[in-house]
């Protein structure tokens, strides 16, 4: 048989966290290779004995789900073998964790080491709106690997003490969480739903101190927690599931 697939084959590495390819990423697990967290429903493949059983989450993290709307839903994977992982073709990032910690929309997690832990925070919005208190994120932390999704090819901002960040609320996934943040808005409460005079822009997240931003070419929600709409609701950033839709909203 002869075919351009052939090109595709499986990677060898050694690595224990490895790309097949910008979209698929490669986990080996053995005796001498920790547990890892998967995103429910991302495996494509694996090879040897992998044991895939659901992620009992805690009191504390079924509260916070209730209450925020944010959470992993997640799998455990053990054994002995190799796992692939995937998400509607998402773009894969492997971040290594060194006693340090990443806040990030939960939405964007494709897997991380069971070391890591984490935890549900608030960003408060600086307007004062009605049923908009602040979007909830998740705060990932320890020393382990983690794994992010984005939409296309990200943008990697640093920020520093002399140089603040600006980016579009929708379009941020993570940042370090040694950065002072800030949701913010041009726009006064009373024209709230007037996205900044008609220039289409929205909310603003503001970042202050000493980190890293990642900042995604795309406003949209990832494949798997996506929710179509149109017209008015949509060019204001209301989904079906309204300003939860957004990423940012209660």
Partial sequence: MQSSLFGYMEVQSQERWAHQNAQMLRIMLGQQNREVLARKGTMVAFTGGIDFDGHLQSGGERQAARQTGEQLDLMRCSGNGTVFLANMAQSIHVIDLANEGLTVDGQYVLALDSTLSWNVVRIESEQGIAGVGGGYNLEIGGTGKLAVMTSGKPLVMQVTPQQEVFADADAVI????????????????????????????????SFQGQGYVIVQPSEMLPPTAFTSAGGFMANRGMGQQGMRGNTWGS
């Fill in 174 to 205: 993570a940042w370090s969480t040694s950065l002072v943040t800030r949701m913010e808005s041009q726009l006064t409460s009373q024209r709230v739903w007037s996205r900044r005079g008609g220039t289409g822009e929205g909310w603003n997240l």
